[in-house]
T-cell receptor, first 114, second 117 residues
Framework: EAQVTQNPRYLITVTGKKLTVTCSQN?????MSWYRQDPGLGLRQIYY???????DKGDVPEGYKVSRKEKRNFPLILESPSPNQTSLYFC?????????????FGPGTRLTVL | AQKVTQAQTEISVVEKEDVTLDCVYE???????LFWYKQPPSGELVFLIR??????QNEISGRYSWNFQKSTSSFNFTITASQVVDSAVYFC??????????????FGKGTRLSVIA
């Protein structure tokens, strides 16, 4: 089954404790992206990756890091989480190329930073 | 800059009523895509439809229908004979159609639909 998976689905942590949210897709998609969803703000892009070893900032990258060492994986890293990073996070993927394809989303990770 | 506006923050209807969710967009691109996603209480984002800017034909899928009007920059979503399982937050989104670089989805803020039995 074609899918985007994220782990963990729920996470409660404390300020300053490094964490990683994993994202994996099995559709051989080149393009992957992270979004955060906040009440009243909708979804905003954090980082994206056009392919292996090619990543760049989205609209709200402060406090986040990513890596793309393999095509299928695109982890989101919070080196020193703060309470304002409490949010619902989504990973998405699609094929890349001139013709923009539909993005498919993972199930979401609900993060609470105390 | 691209922008999507969903003016209805929350809508409540009684089961079997029809309901229309409004979406108005702004873009300078001549070719673009419009999307609707559903977010049920469980939290995942479910893709519903993608519409090309060069195809203004309305679409129907079961109880769902979409009305795309380029002249008014609107892409409205109608649920006919609503059911309790339709209760969710619905997002309208926009992206460029042709771009070999980053093409983030620009989302509206969502409309929360509650269908009451």
């Amino acid at each position: 089954e074609a899918q985007v998976t994220q782990n963990p689905r729920y996470l409660i942590t404390v300020t300053g404790k490094k964490l990683t949210v994993t994202c994996s897709q099995n559709m051989n998609h080149e393009y992957m992206s992270w979004y955060r969803q906040d009440p009243g703000l909708g979804l905003r892009q954090i980082y994206y990756s056009m392919n292996v070893e090619v990543t760049d900032k989205g609209d709200v990258p402060e406090g986040y890091k990513v890596s793309r060492k393999e095509k299928r994986n695109f982890p989101l890293i919070l080196e020193s989480p703060s309470p304002n990073q409490t949010s619902l996070y989504f990973c998405a993927s699609r094929t890349s190329g001139t013709f923009v394809d539909t993005q498919y989303f993972g199930p979401g990770t609900r993060l609470t930073v105390l | 800059a691209q922008k999507v506006t969903q003016a209805q923050t929350e809508i409540s209807v009684v089961e079997k009523e029809d309901v229309t969710l409004d979406c108005v967009y702004e873009t300078r691109d001549t070719t673009y895509y419009l999307f609707w996603y559903k977010q049920p209480p469980s939290g995942e984002l479910v893709f519903l439809i993608r519409r090309n800017s060069f195809d203004e034909q309305n679409e129907i899928s079961g109880r769902y229908s979409w009305n795309f009007q380029k002249s008014t920059s609107s892409f409205n979503f109608t649920i006919t004979a609503s059911q309790v399982v339709d209760s969710a937050v619905y997002f309208c989104a926009l992206s460029e159609a042709f771009n070999s670089g980053n093409t983030p989805l620009v989302f509206g803020k969502g409309t929360r639909l509650s269908v009451i039995a």
